[in-house]
T-cell receptor, first 107, second 113 residues
């Protein structure tokens, strides 16, 4: 099956800082999503981005499918951005998750 | 409306109990999923239903029994669970299995005592 890696595993930022999260995957994919899991456990969709670049407010994402990686950019971070960020790719009928990046934004 | 609703939010059950987790979506999605998530780990697939038929069972023990009564509902019946089954159980749906955007419910936190 497809292997998904994410880096860094943990990230601590001061409020207002920018950050880049990375997702590497082992095989070609036609479906990649980024999620934010809040402290209460809910997985919130951020981007559906199998290729190209998208932006939504302070967040943007880029997937370079030919090189098998995706990046999530968070600008001007806020304390509410804290949580775990997952990327997930489709392998057959399964959405396979990476191990996640745990982000803590300090006030 | 991109909402998947799960009940209950929290459940504590003994090892001899029988309980059920419920999931509902009204987005017209034909694929529904159960994922299990342990602390500090990513979600892991348990079951996939496609057009109300079980299409994937990821070698889940028989003490977990899924049921899809119709295209909007998904249940997970629990019986004779073990303490190590304590976890966050996430229901999700997508338009088609493995395709498009997948949407997750808020999850059911299960504690087995």
């Amino acid at each position: 099956g497809i292997q998904v890696e994410q880096s860094p595993p943990d990230l601590i930022l001061q409020e207002g800082a920018n950050s880049t999260l990375r997702c590497n995957f082992s095989d070609s994919v036609n479906n990649l999503q980024w999620f934010h899991q809040n402290p209460w456990g809910q997985l919130i969709n951020l981007f559906y981005i199998p290729s190209g670049t998208k932006q939504n407010g302070r967040l943007s994402a880029t997937t370079v499918a030919t090189e098998r990686y995706s990046l999530l950019y968070i600008s001007s971070s806020q304390t509410t951005d804290s949580g775990v960020y997952f990327c997930a790719v489709v392998d057959g009928q399964n959405f396979v998750f990476g191990p996640g990046t745990r982000l803590s934004v300090l006030p | 409306d991109t909402e998947v609703t799960q009940t209950p939010k929290h459940l504590v059950m003994g090892m001899t109990n029988k309980k059920s987790l419920k999931c509902e979506q009204h987005m017209g999605h034909r694929a529904m999923y159960w994922y299990k998530q342990k602390a500090k780990k990513p979600p892991e697939l348990m079951f996939v239903y496609s057009y109300e038929k079980l299409s994937i069972n990821e070698s889940v023990p028989s003490r977990f029994s899924p049921e899809c009564p119709n295209s909007s509902l998904l249940n997970l019946h629990l019986h004779a669970l073990q303490p190590e089954d304590s976890a966050l159980y996430l229901c999700a749906s997508s338009l088609l299995s493995g395709g498009n955007t997948i949407y997750f419910g808020e999850g059911s936190w299960l504690t087995v005592v």
